[in-house]
């Protein structure tokens, strides 16, 4: 299994909604690690900077458009990865 570095310590998780499904991850996991368990096809689950440059994990959070691997959830939040440009299209997300 693969193993992410935490952010913040804790062994407690919280959970989120990714596309409607619920997803556990450790607390203080980024949205990014909550995609990548929830094996959300296109680019904003493909694993690219990690550290917010590339833009390529662009989502809505709550309506918000956030980079996934910036955002720390506290749970209960609403992940939304469809594409940003509003395409059908899969391929992930674009600004």
Do not use: W
């Not at 909604?17 to 990014?32: C, H, K, W, Y």
């Amino acid at each position: 299994m693969m193993r992410y570095r935490r952010l913040a310590e804790g062994i407690d998780t919280v959970a989120v909604s990714v596309d409607g499904a619920r997803v556990e991850l450790p607390r203080g996991s980024s949205l990014l690690v909550a995609l990548l368990v929830a094996g959300t096809p296109g680019a904003a689950a493909d694993f690219h900077c990690a550290i917010g440059q590339c833009q390529r994990c662009l989502v809505r959070v709550d309506g918000q458009v956030r980079a996934a691997c910036l955002c720390i959830p506290k749970g209960g939040e609403s992940v939304d990865t469809r594409p940003l440009d509003g395409n059908a299209a899969t391929g992930g997300n674009t600004a």
